[in-house]
RNA sequence: GGCCCAGUGGCUCAGAUGGUUAGAGCGCCGCCCUGUCACGGCGGAGGUCAUCGGUUCGAUCCCGAUCUGGGUCGCCA
């Protein structure tokens, strides 16, 4: 039976008390984590956000009523209790931090019962995600889940004080907007004053962020709510957040400056951890050829080599096919240590690197005992094995890996294996932070879809002033003023220097192929905007949720936000999406397929 | 849309060449216990083995399809 509160007033969260309360009577109310009858005493552990505290129902000191009302105690009931904090009478429990603490309760009431919960409230659950997420109000009481929330709400906390101080304003931007083909899918939200018409959810707020550059607000930040309809991932949810900013007269390094400083702060405030500034910098071109990724997890070595002079000669068909190709090579990595691996996992590395694009995975293993087995050796001499493998630094006991292909190819498959023997083989530490930033990314990309060049981050992206004379003649090779953020191996941030330029924004719609009339019927109101003083001007924007993800090192993204979707973007608690009632879809004029049964 | 993994009491898992009563730990219920905190002791309840179909004398187990969840590729300017 549930009772009223009325008449009591609690003191603190459960954890809050301090040693001046000792001696005197305080009020409590939580959720009862754990009872422990002895028979005679009881003990409970009240638990809320704060953490836990032990409760003692003494049979010789407490009267009947209240004792026996105690036994009746299950976990999950919300009780409020009145008692004098004490110091514990038994043994102190080291585990928790209100370990020596215990309240004498005089005074019980049972606010609400609990349901036998469909799984045990804590740390470190092993039940299934389904579950979890079905019952996510359960899930979310769980102490873990409560730190990461705890985290998350502290980011932003500390973001909104650090761009404050700097000068920054948060300015809100819609989330009924216009919708942009480009990109990723938009949901879309039908009009009903306007039947047939529809407004998109934001992407991110690109555009209304240029615009308020335009209007002069100098320096932007909102914690911004973002959508895209497309598939999910670990580290992806079709709704998330961006911390998004943009700057006025500045060029790529003073964002980088106050984005350094930002880091800094954050990272100690939250986490008291400290971040080394300068963060270094990287070329693109530089984290492709070393790393083969544009966000390289540096922490470890094993980096890719260009053996393409060295295996010119070779009689290898397929290293003859992909030299010959447009911005063909052959590379290799050198995996320390693991020249004696079995048949079977070197077929699951070919396997693999098939999955990524690849025509197949050559290697040669150096064995322990000195032999050294090639699955290519018949297509070389001796000599020719030989510098190959010392321009791998191959030594005894060592596997080396080739990849043969275009270059995009040839980097993501090196790339992707090297981050695989990177968690295979533990190479790295999970709670270390090691920041990146990279630069110079090229300003357009080549699509075989398209059969055009795409911006490879969007189309209002400045190019670089040295290259710029080259965006006819080789427009693949123009780098671009966009930088990426990136943590231990994963994107954190990216943005980009914008153009201001009305001569160089038009001829950048020309080489992605717009016509002027798509351009202006697409980004009118931008592109007029710009016709009335438009400022030099760049920004940034943080992935939110992924950042905390990294910060709270949690698995997946669904840890640190309160109610995230599963794999197909459903709600398992609501059961978002849902179907509609008639009436809604007639005043919107829409027709949908019918339900299946 | 493709590929891979998983689905057995409330939770986490084990299991059987295809054969009587499918097990364990935790949780739950009852009784006992005055210093426990992974409390302890005794007793007990609880399972369409995800669903549908096929093979078979017989299927939770083999086959096929489906559903659900996870990972990943495509996709994510």
Redesign the pocket.
Known sequence: MAESMKGMHRTCRVAEVTEEMIGKEITLMGWVQ?S??????I?V?LRDRSGIM?L?F???KTDQETYDKAAKL??EFVIAVKGVLQK??????T??TT?NL?VQVSYLRILSESE?P???IEENS??????R?QYRYLDLRRPDLQRNMKLRSEVAYYTREFFHNEGFMEIETPMLGKS?P????DYLVPSRVHPGSFYALP??P?LFKQLLMCSGYDRYIQLARCF?D???????QPEFTQIDMELSFVDVDDVIDVNERFLKYLFKKTLNVDVKTPIPRMTWIEAMNRFGSDKPDVRFGMELVDVSDVVKDFDFVVFKNALAKRDGSVRGINVKGQGDMGRKQIDKLVEMAK???AGGLAYIQLKTDGTVKSSFAKFMTEDQEKALIEKMGGEKGDLLLFAADRNKIVWNVLG?LRLHFRDELHLVRKDDFNFLWIVEFPLL?WSD?ENRY??????FTMPMEEDWDKIDTDPGSVRAKAYDITLNGNEIGGGSVRIHQDDIQEKMFQVLGFTKERAWSQFKFLLTAFKYGVPPHAGLAYGLDRLVMLMAQAD?IRDVIAFPK???A?D?MTEAPSRVEQKQLDELGLEVPPEEK
Do not use: Y
């Open positions: 754990k422990r009858n002895k028979g005679g005493i003990f552990d032990q003692i003494d049979s010789a299950r976990s514990r009478a038994g043994e102190a429990n585990k928790l370990g215990e036998v469909p799984f045990q092993k039940t299934k995600d389904e579950i997420l942009t480009e990109g990723a899918r992407q991110s690109q895209r497309e598939d999910l991932r670990a580290d992806r999955g990524m694009g992707q990309e879809e795409m911006a490879m981050h969007h189309p997946t599963v794999k197909d459903s398992l």
